[in-house]
């Protein structure tokens, strides 16, 4: 019965997906602009929540959770960032944080590129590239607006208070933390100890409910925002919405709780 309930979850958060897949399809204008870029962020995030849906249910249902997990948690930070792009309703607020964005891109490749110098000098000069192309970029936007952009983008946690009001989610992000370096506990909840011998556990699915619901929210609650910005019809906006509150309605059967990863009215 679990295993039914949870397929039927998986289902819903494929619906979640293909619906932002389906609304967004066509192109959007190329300029530079904070909502052009909040939107390919929430672009990448809707790809890794459709990649987390293929890992939940192969090579059979349930069996990759810590996968899934740390898909989840990088779902969850690019869906934060574009959300904390686009949530400004002024205009000039957007692109300071967009051109803090930039920075804050400039500065971790400027990381990677030093770090490959005396090794890979000819995939540090790719990255010395990449960085006086955005630099480029950010130099004539911010000239036009006569702004700054030295300053970089505020920390996740910090990005998470400032578009939800607290820091619930960036608790369950740090939960997908631990998936993504496979820390002890999370090992620990794979194997156990039997008879003087380690046995895989048996697929728990009511540890998903959780993740599930965080790779739905990702999209459903981040990203009409976004959408609206770049000119999606609200009744579309509306269609991902509904798919979210299907998907609620189903995950609360699998671990029979409610989370406050949900819809904002």
């Known amino acids: 019965m679990l295993n039914e309930s949870f397929l039927g979850c998986i289902d ?14 066509g192109t959007i204008e190329s300029a530079e602009s904070p909502d052009k870029y909040a939107f390919l962020l929430m672009d990448i995030a809707c790809r890794q929540i459709e990649a987390f849906a293929v890992v939940a249910t ?4 349930g069996l990759h959770f810590h996968a899934a997990g740390a898909i989840a948690r990088v779902a969850f930070e690019n869906a934060i960032t574009a959300f904390w792009i686009a949530k400004p309703n002024d205009v ?23 770090k490959l110098a005396p090794h890979d000098p000819r995939q540090s000069e790719w990255y010395e590239r990449q960085i006086q192309a955005i630099e480029s970029n950010g130099n004539v936007y911010a000239k036009k607006r006569d702004m700054e952009w030295t300053k970089g983008k505020p920390t996740l946690r910090d990005m998470v208070i400032d578009v939800t009001g607290n820091d619930h989610a960036y608790c369950l992000y740090l939960t997908g933390c631990e998936f993504a370096h496979a820390r002890l506990t999370q090992i620990m909840q794979v194997w156990e100890g039997r008879d003087k011998f380690l046995r895989a ?5 009511t540890s998903w409910a959780d993740i ?15 959408l ?3 000119g999606v019809p609200a009744e579309d906006i509306n269609e991902i919405t509904h798919a979210h509150r299907q998907l609620l309605l189903k995950v609360s059967v699998l671990d029979g709780s409610k989370s406050e990863f949900a819809c904002s009215d």
């Open 12 to 25: 819903s958060l494929f619906e979640v997906a293909s619906t932002f897949r389906r609304v967004t399809t």
């Open 58 to 61: 192969n090579p059979e249902p």
């Open 92 to 114: 000039p607020e957007r692109e300071v944080r967009f051109l803090r964005w930039l920075r804050n891109e400039v500065m971790e490749l400027e990381n990677v590129k030093l």
């Open 201 to 205: 556990k048996d697929i728990d699915f």
């Open 212 to 226: 599930i619901r965080q790779a739905s929210w990702c999209l459903a609650v981040t990203a009409p925002q976004i």
């Open 228 to 230: 609206f910005r770049i």
